[in-house]
């Protein structure tokens, strides 16, 4: 079955440390990668995509995520992060399958919290 | 600007009765979508539309209906016979890529409250 799984519903980290959210993926085929953020109350934004090429992919407010296929994941990383950031961040697995199998299936969200 | 339009952002309604969420997008994208959260569940597809005059049931449907009589626009009811309506709603479109996936642009959500 296709799923998304985020590991950690709630990250806690320092202003201006590192970040690293995780993301693994069941797929049947060639997947589509997405990270999106959303701030409370608001809709999602796109923050990278990964579709084919460089599995390292650049997107956003200074994110970066990585495709990695042995292991089925695509964590997204900060290398400092700012109070800014603190949001939800969902990633989601889609494909080039017509009709429904075509969907995003999103994964349950990681809550980020920013300490000063 | 481009983009989705969600009205209204708050809504609340009695048991029993039906209520509309709106949806417009002038990006000129012709799949349009359905979706519900709730806090830890992610986001749940409710149903969906690839072309104007046609829908699909997502994985939660039951108690909900839609029109797509424009390509603008995909109105939600959320009609008595859903159990369990509190939630935010999230609409949104895509056009697919050359690659052809399906890049979604959301709209800000719609918060519905039973009272």
């Known amino acids: 079955a296709q799923s998304v799984t985020q590991p950690d519903i709630h990250i806690t980290v320092s202003e201006g440390a590192s970040l690293e959210l995780r993301c693994n993926y069941s797929?049947?085929?060639?997947?589509?990668l997405f990270w999106y953020v959303q701030s409370p109350g608001q809709g999602l934004q796109l923050l990278l995509k990964?579709?084919?090429?460089?599995?390292l992919v650049q997107g956003i407010k200074g994110f970066e995520a990585e495709f990695k296929r042995s292991q089925s994941s695509f964590n997204l990383r900060k290398p400092s992060v700012h109070w800014s950031d603190a949001a939800e961040y969902f990633c989601?697995?889609?494909?080039?399958?017509?009709?429904?199998?075509?969907?995003?299936?999103f994964g349950k969200g990681t809550k980020l919290s920013v300490k000063p | 600007d481009g983009g989705i339009t969600q009205s209204p952002k708050y809504l609340f309604r009695k048991e029993g009765q039906n209520v509309t969420l709106s949806c417009e997008q002038n990006?000129?994208?012709?799949?349009m979508y359905w979706y519900r959260q709730d806090p830890g569940q992610g986001l749940r597809l409710i149903y969906y539309?690839?072309?104007?005059?046609?829908?699909q049931k997502g994985d939660i449907a039951e108690g909900y209906s839609v029109s797509r009589e424009k390509k603008e626009s995909f109105p939600l009811t959320v009609t008595s016979a859903q159990k369990n309506p509190t939630a935010f709603y999230l609409c949104?479109?895509?056009?697919?890529?050359?690659?052809?996936?399906?890049?979604?642009?959301f709209g800000a959500g719609s918060r519905l409250t039973v009272l």
């Open positions: 949104a479109s895509s056009t697919p890529s050359p690659s052809g996936a399906n890049v979604l642009t």
């Open positions: 797929y049947g085929a060639t997947p589509y």
């Open positions: 990964y579709f084919s090429g460089d599995t």
């Open positions: 989601a697995v889609g494909g080039n399958y017509g009709g429904s199998q075509g969907n995003l299936i």
């Open positions: 990006l000129n994208h012709d799949a």
């Open positions: 539309s690839q072309i104007v005059n046609d829908f």
